[in-house]
């Protein structure tokens, strides 16, 4: 069975700086998907960002970018020129290629908070 | 574009009750989950269907935990008799076709407390 690890419950981050949010996975599959979701208070999750394993350029979406490194696993999100509206639950989440296996295995989640 | 319904946004009730919540999926989304999210965790599947079937519902708790998505539109998750343990946010996700590619829209969620 495929894990998600958050290690950083809580993050805080001075609005314009970058931050970035640290999820690991384990698997033994070679092509799944990768996915950010971010959850405000308001509860509604909003997907992020997503990187195909098969890809070995990073994904990038304006402000948000991911370091994806395969061989170890490793899938961190940067948010750059931190703004107000990105304070939110963030959560990491794996998914197989495998037909018939497309549900999503989420993280614990990281707090994001942004300072003024 | 609409997104994902749900009903109700809370629901409080006493243990051994029954409740119900109510999904409404994007129009045309042929896959729907329902993932249930216990304080402090990331959400968890517990059940997805493909149109009116069952795809995976091998984290659903069949003793107390039923879904139905009949006619492959809306869909219901049904929790009788409810256990403390229950207390979380259930939320309904759909994706056009389930496919790999497909993003997963999710819905508002309803907040159950069981006391």
């Known amino acids: 069975a495929q894990t998600v690890t958050q290690s950083q419950p809580e993050m805080s981050v001075q609005e314009a700086e970058t931050v970035t949010l640290s999820c690991t996975y384990d698997t033994s599959e070679s092509d799944y998907y990768l996915f950010w979701y971010k959850q405000p208070p308001s509860r509604q999750m909003i997907l992020v960002i997503r990187?195909?394993?098969?890809?070995?350029q990073n994904a990038t979406e304006n402000r948000f970018s991911v370091n994806f490194q395969k061989a170890a696993k490793s899938f961190s999100l940067k948010i750059s020129d931190s703004q107000l509206g990105d304070a939110a639950m963030y959560f990491c989440a794996y998914r197989s290629a495998n037909f018939g296996n497309e549900k999503l295995t989420f993280g614990t989640g990281t707090r994001l908070t942004i300072i003024p | 574009e609409a997104g994902v319904a749900q009903s109700p946004r809370y629901k409080i009730i006493e243990k051994r009750q029954s409740v119900a919540f109510w999904c409404n999926p994007i129009?045309?989304?042929?896959?729907l989950y329902w993932y249930q999210q216990i304080l402090g965790q990331g959400p968890k599947l517990l059940i997805q269907?493909?149109?009116?079937?069952?795809?995976?519902d091998s984290q659903l708790p069949k003793d107390r935990f039923s879904a139905e998505r009949l006619k492959g539109v809306d869909s219901t998750l049904k929790i009788q008799p409810a256990k403390l343990e229950d207390s979380a946010v259930y939320l309904c996700?759909?994706?056009?076709?389930?496919?790999?590619?497909?993003?997963?829209?999710f819905g508002p969620g309803t907040r159950l407390l069981v006391l």
């Open positions: 269907f493909q149109n009116n079937g069952v795809v995976d």
């Open positions: 129009s045309g989304h042929a896959t």
């Open positions: 990187q195909e394993a098969y890809k070995q």
């Open positions: 996700a759909s994706s056009l076709d389930g496919g790999q590619q497909e993003t997963q829209y």
